[in-house]
Structures are given as C-alpha cells and as structure tokens.
C-alpha cells in the first residue's frame, strides 16, 4: 500500500491523502485550502492527481477544508462513488453550495474593483457543480450500526467509527489484502474533544491496525475543561441582562453554533440563566441546524436523557429566533440590547456578523463574544488580541466593545485526547501525522516517541509518498 500526502501535511486545510493498492486508488477527503486569498487560491487552482484516475473517494467529515474540492474533482472527471456517513453527505452539500456563493460574490466583487486589462480568475466552481457532486454521495452509517465492511473492490473494504468532532464526521478503516498480507490502515480526519454537547467520544477501532494517518492541530497543548464554560457564560449573560448590553458571537455555521444554542437551552432549561432574546442571524447557521436535528440517531446520550426522551429538540426553545431575511438582519443590527446574536463567518470575515460588529464595536455597551479559532490577520483575530482601532468595511473603528473571550470548546482532540487514541489503537506500527503546523506536529512527535519508542512517526510533507 502505498500513501501520498497531498494537502493538509504540515498545515492545516487542504486534507487529501491518496492511497494506492494494487491499480485501486483511494481518495480521503477533497479539502479546499484555506487561508491568504492568492496563495491559497494558487493551490486550489488545480488536483495534484488526475480526477478520472481515483477508484473511490471517502469524505471524514463535512468541514470545507475537507470536503471544499470535490465540486472540482467530478468537474475533472471523477465519476465513482463519494462515501461518507449520511450526516456528512447532507452538510457537505450545504456547505459546497455555500463555498460556491462565496467564490461566486468574491469574483463579482473584485471584477467591479479591477482596474482595466487586470485578468480575474473565474469562480473554481459554480452552485451546479456543488449540486453535480453531491449526486455521487454514497451515504453509508457508521459501523457500530452494522458492524460491516463496506466493499470497494475485490480486495479493500472500510468501515466508519464516530470521530466525534461534529456531527457524521467519522474516523475510516480501510484494509486491503495484498500479496504480502492484508494491510489495515485508519484515517482520522478531525478527531474530536472529550465532553463536547451533542456529539460521542471519539470511538475507539476494534480491529488491529497497522497505519495510522492522525491529526494533530492541538498536539502541543491541552484545553480547558468544557465544564467551565456554564459559569463563564453566565456572568456574561447577567451583564448584558442587567445592563441591557447586546452580546455579538462570531461563530461558525457548522460546529460552533449548534453547540452554543445547546448549551444555552440546557442552562435556560436549568433556570441559570435569565431570560434574554437570543437571535441566530445567519441562513447557513440554521440549514445546518435542521439537519443536525433531523440526525438524533447520531446525538450522544447526554442528549437524548436531556431533550429527545422528552419529546424536545436541543435546537429550539422560546428564547431563540432564526433571522433569514436581510431585513430582519438589518433592524436586528439597529436594535439596542438586551439580546445576543449569533451569526457567521465565525473569524468575521464576511456574513452578517460584520454588519453587527460594525455597529457595536465601538459601543462600550456591547459584548463582542469570540468562542473558536482566529486565523491570523482575521478581525476576530484582531478583537480578540486587544487592538484598536479596527477596519470594518471601508471605516476604521476604536474598540471600546467589552471583548470576552470563551475558549472552552474545542472541536479537536487536545495532547491529551490525541495521545490516549494513539494508546488505544491496537498493533500500531507506523504513523503520520497531519492536519497540523510543523511546530505543533513536531511537539506530538516528542511526546508519542517519549511514550511508544517503538513507534515509526513521521511528519510528511506536500506530495511525499511512502510505502506502508
Ligand atoms: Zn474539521
């Protein structure tokens, strides 16, 4: 069997890895990079493979990072099956159209600023090629509902495990029987936290593996416990209460929202809270919602002793209303407190939270909530590292905004999580570690070689292959 890493090895976004047995070729995940504008486009541009050459795709999960290229890789003449679990095949649809408009508004938009004769590349794909991907989904449930092997040829099968990091993401197993032997090989995509609302644990494989391709984003570090985000939020929500401020979250529209409404709805259900307007202004947000609610199978018990055994769903309770139209948006962002929005981007870089930071950034009554990962040169990033004046638009605003920042939920494993998967896998020879900053990769290598000196690690680069 033989491996090529071609996206996410030694970063963070792109996630494909191409593995071939015999003449099968075997496709995990089709990420888009993300990042800087023009280098991240410059690698989008074009498949490091031929399309029509991959023998099957599998999908971990439904993170565009993930999921983001496989409009571009039916364009290119892919025409097998796409597996993933029947959540993801879902959400990945929403969020391939979703990158679609993005691309779409951002063409449209720097067309209108080009000065003359300056070539503007067209969108990488349209909303119909997002759709014409999606028909090749193949959903298929995890394997703790079958037990079963999944067929891909005569000779490689897979199975899925719950990964836990949002909903369907699922960790694969795949063997295939060559000459020397059958070879078992696991994939974990994003691996999820241990404690986080609605989904499972990461689920441990049953079968002895021999290769282990891992995450590793947090592999330097350990998080907070998940359990002090109830208090935080309810010192932020009195506040805001009794000083009829407005609490503005930049959150992301898959993961992060779903969450939030749950631990809000379960601390509102407990009478921790008081009662103060919630709104989630963001139409992705909340198409996403109604496919998580329509997964329950996938919910973990928590959840169901919670909200499904009483006939309830964790996504809808009298304090919180969905916007959809830019007009409820709009007098949303003219509104005074006391109320909190939760809208996307989750880094405020698009979408309409921009429209309500630009209103309330420079409001002392404001609470600006940041809840997940900044990207550098972000505005998120900006806020929550303190500077002022920020740009919004085409304006320069001081943050006088009281910013919090709630960093108790994460969607990845941390040291910790990562190194106990690693401890539970049986029979592992070799693994590689991805999905990671080197620094981050390389303090993971450190910690695993202190604690399985055996192990063969290895931190591959863009387009390195190997032999397993
Ligand atoms: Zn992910």
Request: net charge negative; aromatic share 8%.
């Amino acid at each position: 069997m033989r491996i090529t890493f071609f996206g996410a090895a030694q970063n963070v976004t792109g996630s494909k890895h191409l593995i071939e047995s015999g003449g099968f070729r075997l496709l995990l995940d089709c990420g888009l990079h993300q990042g800087k504008r023009f280098d991240a486009d410059a690698l989008n541009r074009t498949l490091p493979f031929s399309a029509g050459d991959v023998s099957a795709t599998i999908l971990s999960h439904a993170h565009a990072d993930h999921c983001g290229m496989l409009p571009l890789l039916v364009k290119n003449g892919y025409r097998n099956k796409i597996f993933a679990t029947p959540a993801t095949a879902a959400i990945a649809r929403l969020i391939m159209l979703d990158s679609a408009k993005i691309q779409l508004h951002d063409y449209l938009n720097m067309q209108k600023r080009a000065v003359a004769d300056t070539k503007i590349l067209p969108p990488l794909y349209s909303a119909e090629d997002a759709e014409e991907a999606a028909r090749y989904f193949a959903p298929l449930p995890y394997a703790h509902a079958t037990h079963a092997w999944q067929p891909l040829d005569q000779r490689c099968r897979f199975k899925f495990y719950d990964a836990g990091h949002i909903l369907g993401s699922a960790v694969t197993v795949v063997q295939c029987d060559e000459p020397g032997g059958t070879t078992t090989l696991a994939y974990t995509g994003d691996l999820g936290n241990t404690h986080v609302p609605l989904l499972h644990e990461p689920e441990i494989i049953a079968e002895p593996v021999d290769t282990l391709i891992i995450e590793c984003t947090y592999g330097n570090k350990n998080h907070r416990p998940i359990a002090e985000i109830a208090d935080h939020l309810k010192e932020i929500i009195r506040d805001a209460v009794q000083n009829k401020r407005k609490i503005i979250i930049p959150a992301f529209a898959l993961g992060r929202t779903q969450e939030l409404i749950y631990i809000l709805h379960k601390l509102y259900h407990q009478g921790e809270i008081p009662v103060i307007p919630i709104y989630l202004d963001s139409p992705l947000a909340s198409d996403i919602t109604n496919v998580y609610a329509s997964h329950q199978e996938d919910f973990d018990q928590d959840t169901w002793t919670d909200f499904i055994s009483r006939n309830e769903s964790p996504f809808s309770f009298q304090n919180l209303r969905t916007l959809q139209t830019v007009e409820e948006s709009k007098a949303l962002v003219a509104a005074s407190g006391p109320f909190m929005v939760i809208a996307s981007s989750g880094m405020a870089e698009g979408g309409r939270i921009v429209d309500h930071l630009e209103r309330g950034v420079s409001d002392p009554n404001t609470i600006i909530m940041i809840t997940g990962y900044q990207a550098e040169n972000t505005l998120g990033r900006k806020l929550q590292d303190g500077i002022t004046p920020v740009r919004i638009y085409d304006r320069t605003y001081d943050v006088r905004a009281r910013v919090v920042i709630v960093d108790e939920l994460s969607a990845h494993a941390d040291q910790r999580g990562l190194l106990a998967y690693v401890s539970r896998t049986k029979n592992l020879q070799k693994i590689f570690l991805v999905h990671s900053e080197l620094p981050q990769a390389m303090a993971f290598k450190e910690i695993l070689t202190q604690h399985f000196p055996a192990l063969d690690i290895t931190i591959p680069a863009v387009g390195q292959s190997f032999e397993v």
